[in-house]
């Protein structure tokens, strides 16, 4: 099956930097999604990008199919931010395969 | 609405009880997914139903049985669980297809005792 990887695997943060998070992938992919999972479990949606770029307020994601990668971007990082990231990709079906994830934490 | 439902969001049994996690959602998908995530791990899926049908059965053991009584509930029965199935349980939905965005639930957590 695809393999996906995360990278970093953790990240501490000063409030108000920068980040970016990577997720490579092992074929081609027809969904790509990023996750945001609270400290209470729920799984946010972030981005459906399975290709090209999106922004949603200080964040925004970059898939590039062809080179089998995605990016996400935080900006001007808020403690609310803190949580695990998951990006997770479909290569048939409906099936979603999920990375390790990126725990991040950002200090006040 | 993009909101997915589950009950209970904690649950307690033994090995020896039955019990079923509720899922549930009123946007029209087509879709349904049961997920599994252990502590400090990804989801990994258990099963997806597409059109009331089961259509992905991840070698679940058979101590876990889904149903999906109709197109906006998705059932799991517990039976005889063990220990190492204490988990946070996590529903999703979407339309139809490969190329749609999934939806989840708060998740139900499970401790066996």
């Known amino acids: 099956g695809i393999q996906v990887e995360q990278s970093p695997p953790d990240l501490i943060l000063q409030e108000g930097a920068n980040s970016t998070l990577r997720c490579n992938f092992s074929d081609s992919v027809n969904n790509l999604q990023w996750f945001h999972q609270n400290p209470w479990g729920q799984l946010i949606n972030l981005f459906y990008i399975p290709s090209g770029t999106k922004q949603n307020g200080r964040l925004s994601a970059t898939t590039v199919a062809t080179e089998r990668y995605s990016l996400l971007y935080i900006s001007s990082s808020q403690t609310t931010d803190s949580g695990v990231y998951f990006c997770?990709?479909?290569?048939?079906?409906?099936?979603?395969?999920f990375g390790g994830g990126t725990r991040v934490l950002v200090k006040p | 609405d993009t909101e997915v439902t589950q009950t209970p969001k904690h649950l307690v049994m033994g090995m020896t009880n039955k019990k079923s996690l509720k899922c549930e959602q009123h946007?029209?998908?087509?879709?349904m997914y049961w997920y599994k995530q252990k502590a400090k791990k990804p989801p990994e899926l258990m099963f997806v139903?597409?059109?009331?049908?089961?259509?992905i059965n991840e070698s679940v053991p058979s101590r876990f049985s889904p149903e999906c009584p109709n197109s906006s509930l998705l059932n799991l029965h517990l039976h005889a669980l063990q220990p190492e199935d204490s988990a946070l349980y996590l529903c999703?939905?979407?339309?139809?297809?490969?190329?749609?965005?999934?939806?989840f639930g708060p998740g139900t957590r499970l401790l066996v005792l």
């Open positions: 997770a990709v479909s290569a048939a079906g409906n099936k979603l395969t």
């Open positions: 999703a939905s979407s339309q139809e297809g490969r190329k749609e965005t999934q939806y």
């Open positions: 139903y597409s059109y009331e049908k089961l259509s």
């Open positions: 946007m029209g998908h087509r879709a």
